[in-house]
T-cell receptor
């Protein structure tokens, strides 16, 4: 398994500002994912960020709102831009192990509250 | 389309009793199924997976899951529940076409002393 850390663990931000969330992995991984978990809800995939290629966004998520960087095999950032209260969620970083039947491991999440 | 369903929002059991958290799936082709647990203010932790082979899969923390192809189910079980098992449990299936994990809505497990 991989050990994943996220910074910050939580934040309270004002409407209209941006927050960048960092994800650090203790080993090199190709596949990295960003999820959103709205209060009381399940997980929704925002984008897949594989090293060496542009991030692929899911329907309903756009790069201007959620820009992602993936500079190397152990690190990624997700920025939540021009925030509104609807962006209040837990944001989770996830990595995939290698192989066809890969497993996914998740970071502890970043709890964001937008006021 | 691939999907999973967790029919119970909440499951309540007494400590020491067996527990079952239900999951049913709908896939085309062979299912790749997973269970995750989320403790309060924590990320998701991988419990176990089913790819192929034995229908009874053993995982972390004494949990196991039974794959039933005829009933398209993958129920999570534990012979003796602990209060510390109280958490939110997610069933997930990997979409074989996209490789993405599709999560159920989650089931809150409450284990009372």
């Amino acid at each position: 398994s991989a050990v994943i850390s996220q910074k910050p663990s939580r934040d309270i931000c004002q409407r209209g500002t941006s927050l960048t969330i960092q994800c650090q992995v203790d080993s090199q991984v190709t596949m990295m994912f960003w999820y959103r978990q709205q209060p009381g809800q399940s997980l929704t995939l925002i984008a897949t960020a594989n090293q060496g290629s542009e991030a692929t966004y899911e329907s309903g998520f756009v790069i201007d709102k959620f820009p992602i960087s993936r500079p190397n095999l152990t690190f990624s950032t997700l920025t939540v831009s021009n925030m509104s209260p609807e962006d209040s969620s837990i944001y989770l970083c996830s990595v995939g192990t290698s192989g066809r039947y890969y497993e996914q491991y998740f970071g502890p999440g970043t709890r964001l509250t937008v006021t | 389309a691939q999907s999973v369903a967790q029919p119970e929002d909440q499951v309540n059991v007494a400590e020491g009793n067996p527990l079952t958290v239900k999951c049913t799936y709908s896939v085309s082709g062979n299912p790749y199924l997973f269970w995750y647990v989320q403790y309060p203010n924590r990320g998701l932790q991988f419990l176990l997976k089913y790819i192929t082979g034995d229908n009874l899969v053993k995982g972390s923390y004494g949990f196991e899951a039974e794959f039933n192809k005829s009933q398209t189910s993958f129920h999570l079980k534990k012979p003796s529940a602990l209060v510390s098992d109280s958490a939110l449990y997610f069933c997930a299936v990997r979409d074989i076409n996209t490789g993405k994990l599709i999560f159920g809505q989650g089931t809150t497990l409450q284990v009372k002393p």
